[in-house]
């Protein structure tokens, strides 16, 4: 049976701590808001050094997942979940069909789906206990593929704007982590013409995904030195600090990692060393765009329209941003208070999908 302690955390509907002792679970789930729906986030599983930072990561990501929705034009608010544990180690049956219970007991209010540490198989094992997840083998399954597609046209929005130009032909894209989405995103860019740089904390990973897409595999730490036109970020969060934003001599950040901003005012240090930034929470909006046309049965071909329609979100974002003298990041917080603000007034959100040729 879990315990659950209520955190009271300013401007987040709800934070609760829960423990379940007899199947090693310590998790924690933020409610940031519920204005545009339930609340949707993945359920991320990670071996953080101690609670402190696992509830700092859920409330940033928590957060992030309201903006996304906005900013992805879906009726759902923000939530996510973080269970403290090596996914690899201490993942169990007990422990996510106790996690199940947990996210039932909220009624709805909040929906889980995988993250990192997660998969759609460990999503399975939770339904048993709730109806409340998505992110299924048998609905949507794996987002990876989503995500990277989201990316790719992001990264174009990107180009067009700060490069001027639509083709990657020959444009040098530094990866930095190439497992499940980064590698999806090496194949496409291949494709596309790109020349790739890539990195991966696996090494063999690296290498493999090196040899399929023909990229010049460095280290971790060098990538940031890679001499490259575009940056895509696909691992952890914060790779953009102090340290790492004066080594990059890429002319655009475009990426799938969360929370790639160290803090907020690294938006501006980009835009002042003119990097052009493509917002993480919109580039990675793939996976509960995905989760939106899951139900009642997946529609593949209406989910990637939808995603590829961020390419005009996106371009209407960057030339906006331009025309107030704003980093991108901020003009996107701006665009999608604004439409949070339009559901509080009870004004519906605009359908914009469109399908790129």
């Given amino acids: 049976m879990s315990q659950a302690s209520s955190i009271n955390v300013p401007g987040y509907e709800q934070v609760v701590r829960y423990e379940d002792p007899a199947n090693d679970l310590i998790a924690f789930i933020a409610i940031h808001d ?8 993945g359920c991320r599983m990670f071996p953080y050094t101690d ?19 906005a900013m992805a034009e879906l009726p759902y608010g923000g939530g996510k979940s973080v269970i403290i544990g090596d996914p690899r180690k201490h993942k169990t049956e007990g422990l996510l069909t106790a996690f199940g219970d947990i996210v039932d007991s909220l009624n709805g209010s909040y ?16 339904r048993r206990r709730t109806r409340h997840v998505a992110g299924l083998p048998d609905k949507g399954g794996d987002p990876s593929p989503a995500t990277a597609w989201v990316v790719f046209h992001g990264i174009r ?17 530094a990866i930095q982590g190439v497992g499940n989405v980064g590698g999806h995103l090496a194949d496409v860019l ?8 890539v990195t991966d904390i696996n090494e063999s990973v690296a290498h493999e995904d090196g040899a399929r897409t023909f990229a010049r595999v460095v280290a971790p730490d060098d990538i940031f030195d890679a001499k490259a036109d575009i940056f895509a970020p696909c691992a952890m969060g914060a790779v953009l600090n102090d340290d790492t934003i004066p080594r990059l001599s890429a002319k655009i950040v475009a990426g799938s990692a ?39 049965i ?28 704003i980093s991108p ?26 399908a790129v040729g």
Wanted: net charge negative; aromatic share 6%; charged share 25%.
């Fill in 34 to 41: 519920t204005v545009l729906g339930p609340a949707l986030g």
């Fill in 51 to 69: 609670e402190e930072k696992a509830l700092e990561d859920v409330l940033r990501l928590s957060r992030g997942m309201t903006y996304k929705s």
């Fill in 111 to 126: 929906i889980t789906a995988e993250d990192v540490g997660t998969s759609a198989a460990d999503m399975e094992t939770i």
């Fill in 157 to 173: 929005a990107a180009v067009r704007h700060s490069l001027g130009r639509d083709s990657l032909e020959s444009v040098t894209i």
């Fill in 190 to 197: 291949s494709l596309a013409g790109a020349r790739l740089i």
């Fill in 258 to 296: 969360n929370n790639q901003l160290a803090e907020d005012r690294h938006a501006d240090a980009l835009m002042e060393r003119g990097i052009l930034y493509a917002p993480d929470y919109v580039l990675n909006a793939s996976g509960i765009i995905n989760i939106y046309y899951e139900t009642p």
């Fill in 298 to 325: 997946y529609d593949h071909q209406a989910a990637f329209a939808h995603i590829a329609g961020i390419y005009y979100n996106l371009v209407d974002l960057f030339q906006r941003a331009d025309s107030d003298g």
């Fill in 329 to 354: 990041h901020l003009m996107a917080d701006h665009m999608a208070e604004e439409r949070i603000e339009a559901a509080r007034r009870g004004i519906p959100l605009t359908d914009k999908i469109a």
